[in-house]
């Protein structure tokens, strides 16, 4: 399995960039992805998941900003992020667990400059 992201780059505070993520392989058919981020020296740390049930989780710092979504069809998952913030800026991780596996996507840089 693998997970190909793009989107991510530089915007102002106030503006919008969208990340997606590809998977590919064989997928067992319940599963969640999701976005992490990781700001230098931390940990990383859940940004918004959806399960293929449909379930949304956000983190609290996005709900009404950001905005997750995926398209089961083409096995990609979106992250909508709007009103950024230059506390936004992280490195993004998209996320797929199913099963036992736990796979992440590289990490994509994400910059909001004030």
């Known amino acids: 399995v693998q997970l190909q992201a793009s989107g991510g780059g530089l915007a102002q505070a106030g503006g919008s960039m969208r990340l997606s993520c590809a998977f590919s392989g064989s997928i067992f058919r319940i599963n969640t992805v999701g976005w992490y981020r990781q700001f230098p020296g931390s940990q990383r740390e859940l940004v918004a998941s959806v399960t293929s049930g449909g379930t949304i989780n956000y983190a609290d710092v996005v709900k009404g900003r950001f905005t997750i979504s995926r398209d089961n069809a083409e096995n990609t998952v979106y992250l909508q992020m709007d009103s950024l913030k230059p506390e936004d800026t992280a490195v993004y991780y998209c996320?797929?667990?199913?099963?036992?596996?736990?796979?992440w996507g590289r990490g994509t840089q994400v910059t909001v400059s004030s």
């Open positions: 996320n797929l667990k199913f099963l036992r596996q736990n796979l």
